[in-house]
């Protein structure tokens, strides 16, 4: 998934900006984080394996001086975890430098790659980021905009964008509008200082008073996180200008139509962002209502899998008339399980994360209410734990379809062999995960929660339906650049 931020402030600390709205975005990605800063001559680049405050802590940032910055966290879905697939990319061309942070994944990669003069020997590291980093700096006549109005209509796939040079900072949708992009700005005066949310600390508390700036993130949560007030989306299929002494300029690589992740709403976003005008957290508590009015269960109790299963467990006890509990708490210093890059480090991730609450759970039946099933084990593991601690019955409700197809636009499921429902029943997955019974939200109970119609959203991993061809054999797909890469040579 990946989590960017994008920030243009001259006159202010823009990496500290960038590195705070990034922290906020953490859930997006935890491999690896970095951060690509300009003072106006000089770009200059930090990123390394681990957290972001791992990464990016004062006293490096404290050295990134400059207006103008990027920052990016990875999940990846394009190569392995080293450090030469961290991100920003950053490259020196000989007209031009250009740092990239990228979220989402590209599925004309081979394609790309012969566009490449030199091919594969000129990768430093083996991502498509990387790939697309090298075919901008590439470019040989005009400036960076000019690189990337001849490059972007020629790239397929999921892609949400911050790119930069010395001067100019530059916010990318792809055509589908796959991966979300969000564009907010610090009002005059520094940040809080715009349109304050209920909450908000007041002025004087958020520091002293600076000059304006623009923001772009993933999510609404990270221009919160730096005091920015939302503006809008960057449209698919737009490049928001932003660093010539004026407003964010529009300019047009390709006609655009939205089909948002609705992976997005369902689990993967958080829960206080916004998109597409609904608050997550509430489109999350409406699936599960619609979950309770789907799959009725007869149970004690109501409780989800922490934390991101509680929207929606809130709604189906809402709904179900039956008691809301805790029955699990998590270590909230673990990671997620499910973007960890490794089945071996998933599960030892689990016993890590979730400790039950037997008070709570013996003797009981309860209804337990998690986002989505992908491999399987993770549920069994949970499923386990419950058992363990007492509880009598463990009735599972799913708040989102059946995952029957693989994701080939940034999320790691790339491999259908390894997704439980692309080769099981439901009542087989009900026995390999050990519950009494299970049921998941259909599509239609999505939709309804969201209130949007179901043209706006890729829906590809539940129903088949891709919105971009995928033109190629995908388990190549993930480390199709590898032996291209410095790092695969090593
Ligand atoms: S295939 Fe699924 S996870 Fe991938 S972009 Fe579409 S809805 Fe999201």
Request: proline residues 6%; glycine residues 12%.
């Amino acid at each position: 998934m990946c989590g960017i931020v994008g920030v243009h402030a001259p006159g202010q600390e823009a990496a500290g900006l960038a590195a705070l709205g990034l922290f906020a975005l953490q859930h997006r990605g935890q491999e690896s984080a970095g951060v690509a800063v300009s003072d106006g001559d000089q770009v200059m680049v930090y990123r390394d394996l681990g957290m972001v405050s791992q990464v990016l802590d004062d006293r490096r940032l404290a050295s990134l001086r400059g207006g103008t910055a990027i920052a990016h966290c990875r999940y990846s879905t394009t190569g392995s975890t080293l450090w030469e697939n961290s991100q920003p990319a950053f490259r020196l061309g000989p007209r031009r430098v250009v740092a990239v942070g990228h979220n989402g994944n590209l599925v004309n990669t081979r394609e790309l790659l012969a566009r490449l003069q030199g091919g594969r020997r000129r990768l430093q590291g083996s991502t498509d980021t990387e790939l697309l980093t090298a075919l901008l700096a590439s470019e040989e006549r005009g400036d960076l905009l000019d690189a990337l109005l001849r490059v972007l209509p020629g790239v397929r796939g999921a892609f949400s964008l911050v790119v930069m040079d010395e001067r100019r900072l530059f916010g990318v949708r792809d055509p589908w509008g796959f991966r979300p992009l969000v564009l907010g700005r610090i009002a005059p005066g520094g940040p809080w200082q715009g349109a304050e949310p209920a909450g908000r600390p007041p002025a004087e508390a958020a520091g002293p008073a600076v000059g304006a700036g623009w923001v772009l993130a993933s999510e609404t949560a990270g221009l919160d996180a730096v005091g920015a007030e939302y503006v809008r989306d960057v449209e698919p299929g737009e490049i928001v200008v932003l660093g010539e002494g004026e407003g964010p300029r529009s300019v047009r690589f390709a006609p655009g139509r939205e089909h948002l992740c609705v992976f997005e709403l369902i689990y993967f976003a958080r829960p206080d962002s916004y998109m597409l005008g609904r608050n997550l957290y509430e489109v999350r508590r409406r699936m599960g209502e619609a979950l309770a009015r789907e799959a009725p269960a007869a149970a004690d109790l109501v409780m989800p899998v922490p934390d991101t299963g509680g929207p929606a467990a809130a709604g189906f006890a809402e709904a179900s008339r039956i008691p809301y509990r805790e029955g699990m708490v998590r270590n909230r210093y673990a990671g997620r399980t499910f973007i960890q890059p490794s089945q071996a480090l998933r599960q030892r991730g689990v016993n890590v994360k979730l400790s039950p609450l037997p008070e709570q759970l013996r003797g009981r039946s309860v209804v337990v209410v998690d986002d989505s099933i992908v491999r399987g084990t993770t549920t069994r593991q949970i499923v386990g734990l419950l058992r363990r601690a007492g509880a009598r019955e463990v009735h599972l409700r799913i708040s989102a379809p059946p995952i029957h197809h693989p994701c080939f636009y940034g999320i790691d499921t790339q491999v259908e062999t390894e997704l439980i429902a692309a080769t099981h029943t439901t009542d087989q997955v009900r026995e390999f995960v050990g519950a009494d019974s299970l049921a998941y939200l259909s599509i239609g109970g999505v939709l309804e929660a969201i209130g949007l119609p179901r043209e706006r959203f890729c829906f590809a991993c539940f129903d088949g339906r891709y919105p971009v061809p995928v033109p190629y054999d995908a388990v190549s797909h993930k480390f199709l650049l590898e032996d291209a890469s410095v790092a695969g040579s090593r």
